[in-house]
């Protein structure tokens, strides 16, 4: 029992994470049926930049949790101009090109984001001070740490934030009509170039608190790390249903939990005949059983209503 | 192709010959043709530009020791080049082909092909025995030497290629004695045992798993994880349910590092064992405080204790930084294929590869020599603890003693004679008290071995 609870502890961070992630996803997809693959290098820049300044603070003497703000507070804006400029730069002047051309140049941007963070950090691994307390709790036999508390809780209050900003804002609104129909949001006076410019920039906003959790949940940062976990939250995206944010939350969770049960159990199960290694496969399996029975994802509807 | 500081005049020629040779001499499977050796010298000595191609992934998550790997060829070649050999009458330039593939067997193909359509001379590399592997083949069918200074999967010399080699222990001799050393050194009775389905982490893991069950240790539970993972935390869970006495992992640093910090995490106690992957100063870095009292094996003996190791060791620090892993071996590799060059007096393929296989060289990380497949002659394993966030030496097991050490090797034996019989005089001596008297006396014995195998050390280290 404890096992079990244990994995599912370990699904729920795993989970939130890559909701988060996802949610960068969808918010962009949703707006303007575009997949941004350079998300997942946002996050990493995202984490790279808040590891260099909590580095340089991790001696001031500072109380860990201030400094990892003060790292976020360095991130988020650098994200933000990042994702701005991604935008201005790479899918702004495609936007009446046919579907595949922002989907290449997506693409180039995640290999020269990535390659950049190469040559400014270079190629070996950055590892995450322990500024953080990382004090253990028991509950029913399973252990969680403080830090993976905060970032579920994180998680929850920052995909909060946006449900409220989207749902009950002027601007959450100028966004669900710019989803609805660009043409016609544009005729009712929104400015749509203003509203996408901040749809990346927000995404890139909450990327930059996913990188900060990741970095510091796995201790770990490299300027490969995007990569792979773009890729899960893009499926975790497409499993809630693409462009739906409460879509994005349910997949990501569903996924970390798939994963991590999965990894758990999938030797048992089959008797040692499928290893844990075979949790992505347990991952896409469950993917591909969703489209098939709901092509638009879980909580997708026709893509008439998104975001 | 680079001609500084050579006269203009000088250049022309060079290049010519060096067009001629490249394109006439190698990557060619007729009979060996003493191009280079028949080339006149003029009064300007002639250049002749010889091209080593390196590959290691240089992107992707083992950049860091591929870059390393690098620098570690790319310090050879330039010792080489300061040294101005010279080589069947010309002088000879040794230049660097890099090729990056990422780790990925499918890319390691294309590389190779890559070099051996550009005919390089010869091949140091790859990093990945999963990209070694594949790679060896085409380098085979072409006949270009390969040496690898860290491709440690048994496979790689048993496919029969006469190309094939590498300065490093395989994964068998890797395997057997960390599988006798978690057992008995450690005195774990179970263990659990992960890897991460690469060519090399699964071939180390499945040979520490016989060596383990061989030496009478239950394997709890083998579990599986990818090296691009960094969340470990399902198949620790699984793992802590089993309450194994020691962890293995086969991998690399990137991913050993995260999962020692997991283990803490999860509050799986454990001891951790991992091989010359994760025998990196990147693995205490990533891993924290959590490292703290784990073990590694790295083939060979400690640099430092090598002739001319700290020497090497001062010198790369001093021009690249930290050493990650693997650049010793490859400059060893560099330096095996120049000294097969400069025996067979040609830097053509197909001449100097029957040299290669007669290497007697002394490396940095090893006396190196072949055997018949192209392993290395009785690899010896060091094994590493994590302390005050260090990797510490902890002792050296298998493998006979470094070759041309015979003598020491010698004395070694007789002092364990002597050892021996100051065991059985000790023995006898004890009279009523015979057992507890022989069981000092064993360690008396024990002592005296231990004192021998420094005396072997110390020998070697001389030589």
Redesign the interface.
């Known amino acids: 029992m404890d096992?079990l609870l244990?994995?599912i502890i370990?699904?729920l961070?795993?989970g939130s994470i890559y909701a988060l992630v996802a949610l960068g996803y969808t918010m962009v997809y949703g707006i303007m049926g575009l997949i941004n693959f350079a998300h997942g290098e946002v996050v990493m820049i995202g984490a790279l930049v808040a590891l260099a300044v909590i580095r340089l603070l991790a001696d001031s003497g500072l109380p860990g949790v201030v400094v990892a703000l003060v790292g976020l507070g360095a991130a988020a804006p650098v994200c933000m101009a990042v994702g701005f400029t991604i935008e201005r730069v790479a899918y702004r002047p495609l936007r009446r090109a046919p579907r595949l051309a922002p989907l290449i140049t997506a693409i180039g941007v995640s290999i020269v984001l990535?390659?950049l963070a190469?040559l400014i950090w270079?190629?070996?691994?950055h590892?995450f001070p322990?500024i953080l307390p990382?004090s253990?709790h028991e509950v029913f036999g399973a252990?969680i740490?403080s830090l993976q508390v905060a970032i579920v809780l994180i998680a929850a209050l920052m995909m909060g934030g946006l449900m409220l900003l989207v749902q009950r804002t002027r601007l959450g609104r100028a966004m669900r009509a710019t989803a609805e129909n660009p043409a016609i949001a544009q005729l009712m006076g929104v400015d749509i170039n203003r509203i996408i410019s901040l749809t990346f920039v927000i995404g890139s906003a909450l990327a930059a608190v996913a990188g900060l959790m990741?970095s510091a949940n796995?201790?770990?940062a490299?300027y490969?790390?995007g990569f792979?976990l773009g890729l899960k939250a893009f499926t975790a995206a497409v499993l809630g249903g693409i462009g739906k944010l409460g879509g994005a939350m349910l997949g990501g969770i569903l996924l970390g939990l798939i994963?991590?049960?999965?990894?758990?159990?999938i030797?048992d199960l089959t008797g040692g005949f499928l290893?844990?290694?075979y949790?992505?496969v347990f991952a896409f399996f469950v993917l591909i059983c969703v489209l098939v029975f709901r092509p638009s994802g879980l909580v997708g509807e026709k893509a008439a209503e998104r975001a | 192709m680079q001609f500084t500081r050579v006269p203009s005049t000088m250049l022309a020629v060079a290049a010519a010959l060096a067009a001629a040779f490249v394109t006439a001499g190698c990557g060619q499977k007729e009979e060996a043709k003493p191009q280079v050796a028949a080339v006149p010298v003029p009064a300007a000595a002639p250049e002749v530009t010889v091209r080593l191609g390196h590959v290691a992934p240089?992107?992707?998550?083992q950049?860091?020791l591929?870059?390393d790997n690098e620098n570690g060829a790319r310090m050879a070649v330039d010792e080489l080049n300061a040294r101005g050999l010279e080589i069947g009458g010309a002088k000879v330039r040794f230049e660097l082909l890099a090729e990056d593939d990422q780790a990925d067997p499918k890319q390691g193909t294309i590389v190779a092909q890559k070099l051996v359509d550009a005919k390089v001379n010869g091949v140091i590399g790859h990093l990945n025995s999963g990209t070694t592997i594949p790679a060896s083949k085409l380098y085979a069918d072409a006949g270009i030497p390969q040496i690898s200074g860290s491709a440690t999967n048994p496979k790689y010399t048993q496919q029969g290629f006469k190309t094939a080699f590498r300065v490093m222990a395989n994964d068998v001799q890797q395997g057997k004695i960390l599988g006798g050393f978690a057992v008995q050194q450690l005195a774990a009775k179970t263990v659990a045992i992960v890897d991460d389905?690469s060519a090399y982490g699964q071939g180390l893991a499945d040979e520490f798993e016989k060596a383990a069950v061989a030496a009478g240790a239950k394997v709890a539970?083998?579990?599986?994880?990818?090296d691009?993972a960094?969340?470990f935390?399902?198949?620790l869970?699984?793992i802590?349910?089993k309450k194994p006495d020691l962890v293995f992992y086969g991998g690399m640093?990137?991913q050993g590092?995260?999962m020692a910090?997991?283990m803490k995490?999860?509050?799986l106690k454990a001891k951790f064992l991992t091989g010359d992957g994760g025998c990196t100063p990147?693995f205490i870095?990533?891993g924290?405080?959590a490292t703290e009292g784990q073990y590694c094996s790295l083939p060979g003996v400690p640099l430092e204790k090598m002739p001319g190791g700290k020497d090497f060791g001062d010198k790369f620090t001093a021009k690249y930084g930290q050493i990650q892993l693997y650049a010793p071996y490859v400059y060893d590799a560099v330096m095996v294929a120049a000294d097969a060059m400069k025996r067979a007096n040609s830097v053509d393929p197909a001449v100097y590869l029957a040299e290669v296989g007669k290497t007697d060289y002394p490396g940095v990380t090893a006396r190196i020599q072949f055997d018949a497949l192209g392993d290395l002659k009785g690899g010896s394993i060091s094994l590493y603890r994590v302390k005050d966030g260090k990797w510490e030496y902890v002792e050296t097991l298998g493998g006979e003693p470094a070759a041309g050490a015979q003598e020491a090797v010698a004395e070694a034996k007789e002092a364990v004679k002597e050892a021996a019989k100051a065991t059985g005089e000790a023995a006898k001596a004890a009279g009523e008290a015979a057992k507890e008297m022989a069981r000092e006396g064993v360690k008396a014995g024990a002592d005296a071995v231990k004192n021998a195998a420094e005396a072997t050390k110390a020998a070697v280290e001389k030589k």
């Open positions: 096992i244990q994995q370990n699904g961070v795993l990535q390659n190469m270079g190629r070996n691994y590892a322990p990382t253990q252990t740490t990741v796995y201790s770990i490299h490969y790390m792979i994963e991590s049960l999965g990894a758990g159990y030797g290893g844990s290694h949790q992505d | 240089l992107t992707g998550p950049a860091h591929g870059k389905r539970t083998r579990e599986f994880t990818t691009k960094t969340d935390a399902a198949i869970t699984k802590k349910s640093d990137a590092g995260p910090k997991q995490t999860l509050g990147e870095k990533l924290g405080d």
